[in-house]
């Protein structure tokens, strides 16, 4: 199994945006020493629940000061920008990196950003495809030329072109099974985030996802399960709730909040209708529980425990361990990244 590293870039009341991103920066560089295989990054705009508006800026600080380490996008919202500048800039990164980058891609899925960007929900699939087509010509063709219904490019040539080739290795966010499907069916690699939902919703997902992707005559070695689960490594149980429960139960008020605006599936746009059916389950959700079945959580021997438990019902390949969540002090996060990497991570090596 690979293990990576989630930064979302919360910040809630107790911290400043300084020191969010001073934290980001320390502990990914900590990861890198610590032997993780990747750093993951979360783009999200005009809210406390994540202020990393342009990932390219932070991978491009991370990419100077780590040098091994995979730098990945979990992920960049494809019609929050014009599909060529995106193309530039993590181009850019790739070169800077030396080849280091993994470019996980999404949608969006919160009204108030596309609200801010004065963006129709009801266009972001069509939008999505448009922009990811046009990436991946930048990245690959000497001059682009495309006409779409929301873009348009004309016999650009587009620079720098990534260090990778024909270009970094791309994910497809997904969350609702349709996309799963889609996906697979497509051959793409994916990216998901069990960590807000228990393990037997997921299962069917993944299952649905690794049954599609063999039936459609994709090779076995390229095929990829990762899972992002909320991960805190304590010296025990007591110390982990203590360590922990201000920090998740604030990130699940704050997702409750922005998931959807209405819990009703009939009052958001069709694409959306599992995020309102979520809300209401994120606004009931108890520390207790999130503990125990959704989290991986409490001392090494636990989350070992939790962690083959997972291994075995999703088939999983990669774990994106979120560490540092809800605003959780540094000297904390440093510690269960320590315990993770010393006393879990080399029993699935």
Request: net charge neutral; charged share 25%; proline share 5%.
């Amino acid at each position: 199994m690979k293990f990576g590293v989630f930064f979302l870039l919360e910040q809630p009341e107790w911290k400043s945006q300084e020191a969010v991103y001073r934290d980001v920066l320390g502990q990914a560089a900590f990861a890198e020493e610590l032997g993780f295989d990747a750093v993951w990054l979360a783009e999200h705009h005009f809210s406390e629940y994540g202020i990393c508006p342009s990932m390219a800026v932070l991978a491009g600080a991370l990419a100077q000061r780590t040098r091994r380490i995979s730098l990945g996008t979990a992920v960049a919202i494809l019609p929050f920008n014009h599909p060529v500048r995106t193309a530039e800039e993590w181009a850019m990164v790739d070169v800077l990196s030396e080849g280091r980058l993994d470019f996980g891609v999404g949608r969006g899925y919160q009204p108030a950003e596309y609200a801010g960007f004065g963006l129709a929900m009801n266009e972001s699939r069509g939008r999505f495809d448009e922009a990811l087509e046009i990436i991946k010509r930048c990245w690959t063709q000497e001059r682009v030329t495309f006409e779409g219904n929301y873009y348009r490019v004309h016999d650009l040539a587009v620079l720098p072109k990534p260090h990778q080739k024909p270009h970094p290795p791309i994910r497809i966010a997904c969350v609702s099974p349709d996309t799963f499907e889609r996906v697979a069916r497509r051959g793409e690699r994916f990216l998901s985030a069990p960590s807000i939902t228990p393990l037997p919703l997921m299962k069917a997902a993944y299952d649905t996802y690794r049954r599609i992707w063999l039936d459609s005559g994709h090779s076995t070695a390229g095929l990829e399960i990762p899972a992002l689960y909320f991960t805190h490594v304590g010296e025990d149980d007591d110390g982990t709730r203590r360590d922990t429960e201000r920090s998740l139960m604030w990130y699940f008020r704050i997702i409750a909040r922005v998931i959807a605006d209405s819990r009703d599936p009939e009052k958001v746009p069709e694409a959306y209708r599992f995020y309102a059916k979520a809300k209401s389950h994120l606004e009931t959700a108890s520390y207790d529980f999130l503990s125990r079945e959704v989290a991986l959580f409490g001392d090494p021997q636990r989350v070992i425990d939790r962690i083959q438990l997972i291994r075995e019902e999703l088939g999983l390949t990669s774990l994106i361990a979120w560490m540092n969540f809800g605003g959780l002090e540094d000297d904390k996060v440093r510690g269960s990244m320590r315990r993770l990497a010393e006393k879990v991570i080399p029993r699935f090596r």
